[in-house]
Nanobody, 126 residues
Framework: QVQLVESGGGLVQAGGSLRLSCAAS????????MGWFRQAPGKEREFVAA????????YYKDSVKGRFTISRDNAKNTVYLQMNSLKPEDTAVYSC???????????????????WGQGTQVTVSS
């Protein structure tokens, strides 16, 4: 299993930007698709974005399309989530996860991800 640690969260005003990082350990990082999920207070965890093992394909939750960009640098064992034009409703704990399957279609399903980081808090003020 890959070990994941998120960073880059913080407090930002509406309309601002943050870049989240997810650092992975283990020599097999490049074998896995990766996803970002978020969980707001009192809410269920929800899918945000995913990227395939090579970084060539991406998939986004509709509400973040055009604002968020997922990317990865396999040489640095890191996946990123660039978040622009942030809104108060983006406030949540953001977690990265590794899809341990070899599926060809990127998945938004929590149950398809088998390794999780502890999360980083993103707070967007109005």
């Amino acid at each position: 299993q890959v070990q994941l640690v998120e960073s880059g969260g913080g407090l930002v005003q509406a309309g601002g930007s943050l870049r989240l990082s997810c650092a992975a350990s283990g020599r097999t990082f490049s074998n896995y698709a990766m996803g970002w999920f978020r969980q707001a207070p009192g809410k269920e965890r929800e899918f945000v974005a995913a990227i395939d093992w090579s970084g060539t394909r991406t998939y986004y939750k509709d509400s973040v399309k055009g604002r968020f960009t997922i990317s990865r640098d396999n040489a640095k064992n890191t996946v990123y989530l660039q978040m622009n034009s942030l809104k108060p409703e983006d406030t949540a704990v953001y977690s990265c996860a590794a899809d341990l399957g070899r599926r060809t279609i990127l998945s938004p399903q929590i149950t398809d991800y088998g390794s999780w980081g502890q999360g980083t808090q993103v707070t967007v003020s109005s």
